[in-house]
């Protein structure tokens, strides 16, 4: 095993190697870290096929894309996500480094999309802001189906707007994705958490109630009642649930100006179709939400069955230090909702290699690697083998990577000037010539340019 050892310095070390096995002298080897996996073909593939129709929903809704980085001042979040949340209390990755900086690895992707809006001064642009990112995230949860320590999110930001419409916009976008990736059985639960005024008037009867029925609930409740009482209403604990449905619920508090912004958007959400059912508990487990939440479920996740949760955060960017910005968002659990996908069974995994091509003999090597960068160059995916083999083997070979032609040149074939084209599927063969393959292929695979 490698230790480390403390050199001359902060951040510096030296590293000892350890032998494993005394017999043997094996070196162990290193595995992943708990709580993150690598992704392989040919599942990355379906990973690519959802990233590109989050790319091609998106554009349609002229939403850019933004990329922040991974590594993030502490305070950010301490301040943006909330000091009594459970994400900045137990489940950050912080860290100081040579300078004595507090650093984190981002565990949200919402406050480094608002500090990037408010660094790069674009409110001065005009008009609304519209991003949207892809990538990695890192929260200490507990790794169970589905929940990663290292996870991935697509999320999307609207900077720039309070209105409404742009609250039901947005999920109509989302729910536009969710059906090009193949999820149509979903639940959208929507809700109000008021703004600072008519929650502070909540939150005051919130904290009577818990008074007296804390003592029941499980330790983090008892801890969040006297700390953030409305995170109590996210509890997942089911012996918690009874106690938390007789608590009041924050809709019947909201101020007229809230209650108008909430209808409206309720309105326009029936009037595009887009069926959804108000949740009055439904809360979002950080500090920054204002007005409109929304959460959509899968069934095809089980228990924990949340894909996606968002909403409105009125002052995120005056927490950050930035103008008076209104904003909406939402993320979805990618992980999540790969395993949404798989169950769909409407987008799946598949391997891209569209031929394999079997040479037989040194003189038929050259012609085949001049076939594979042709085909290559025109956007195929294709294979071969570098040594030489018999026919039985390389065609094995084409069989194992799953290839859906196989292209066979041998002497007769470079005499003749036509090689062998197997479709492995059907069996059925065509003799072409190398210049016609490619358009060949791409008909019947249905590739256009």
């Known amino acids: 095993m490698a230790n480390p050892r403390e050199a001359s310095g902060p951040g510096r070390f030296t590293w000892q190697i350890e032998a494993q096995d005394n017999v043997s002298n094996r070196v162990e080897p290193i595995r992943s870290v708990t709580g993150t996996r690598d992704l392989l073909p040919p599942d990355t593939s379906l990973w ?28 950010l979040f301490a301040r943006g996500v909330g000091t009594e949340t459970d994400i ?42 519209k991003l949207y990112y892809i990538g990695p995230m890192f929260r ?9 320590r290292q996870f991935y999110q697509i999320g999307a930001e609207v900077l720039g707007s309070q209105n409404p419409l742009v609250d039901v916009e947005v999920i109509e976008m989302l729910v536009l994705f969710l059906g090009r990736v193949g999820i149509r059985e979903y639940q959208l639960l929507v809700n109000s958490v008021g703004c600072s005024s008519c929650r502070a008037a909540y939150l005051e009867s919130l904290r009577v109630a818990l008074q007296d029925a804390k003592a029941g609930m499980c330790v983090d409740c008892q801890r969040r009642a006297d700390t953030n009482p409305l995170r109590v209403l996210d509890c997942k604990v089911e012996a918690d649930q009874p106690i938390i449905e007789k608590l009041p619920m924050i809709i019947d508090h909201l101020d007229p100006e809230c209650r108008q912004h909430f209808e409206r958007v309720t309105s326009e959400l029936q009037a595009r ?29 089980g228990a924990q069955n949340a894909l996606v949760g968002g909403g409105r955060y009125d002052g995120l960017s ?31 995994s598949e391997n891209p290699l569209a031929a394999y091509i079997v040479w037989m003999g040194e003189p038929t090597l050259a012609p085949a690697l001049r076939l594979v960068r042709e085909l290559r160059a025109q956007g195929l995916s294709v294979e071969t083998n570098y040594d030489s083999m018999k026919i039985k083997k390389a065609m094995g070979n084409a069989n194992k990577l799953q290839a859906r032609f196989a292209i066979i ?3 007769g074939e470079l005499a003749s000037g036509k090689y062998q084209v197997k479709n492995m599927a059907t069996s059925e063969q065509s003799e072409l010539e190398p210049s016609t393959i ?12």
């Open 273 to 301: 179709g887009l069926a959804y059912q108000v949740t009055p508990r439904l809360v979002r487990g950080l500090d920054y939400y204002t007005r409109t939440t929304f959460e959509i479920t899968s069934g095809a996740l």
């Open 409 to 411: 040149i041998g002497e």
């Open 318 to 348: 005056e927490m950050l230090g930035g103008p008076s910005t209104p904003g909406i968002g939402f993320s979805i659990g990618q992980d999540r909702l790969i395993l949404a996908v798989q169950a769909s069974a409407v987008i799946q």
């Open 48 to 75: 690519q096929r959802v990233e590109t129709e989050a790319h091609r929903v998106f554009a349609a809704y002229h939403y850019g894309e933004i990329r922040t980085p991974i590594l993030e001042e502490t305070a």
């Open 140 to 148: 200490r949860e507990r790794p169970q189906k589905g929940r990663y």
């Open 88 to 129: 900045v209390m137990k489940e950050m990755y912080t860290f100081r480094d040579r300078d004595e900086d507090s650093l984190t690895l981002r565990p949200e992707a919402t406050a480094s999309v608002v500090r990037a809006y408010i660094e790069h001064s674009l409110y001065n642009i005009g008009g609304i802001q």
């Open 438 to 449: 490619a358009e060949y292929m791409k008909d019947k695979l249905r590739i256009r340019n």
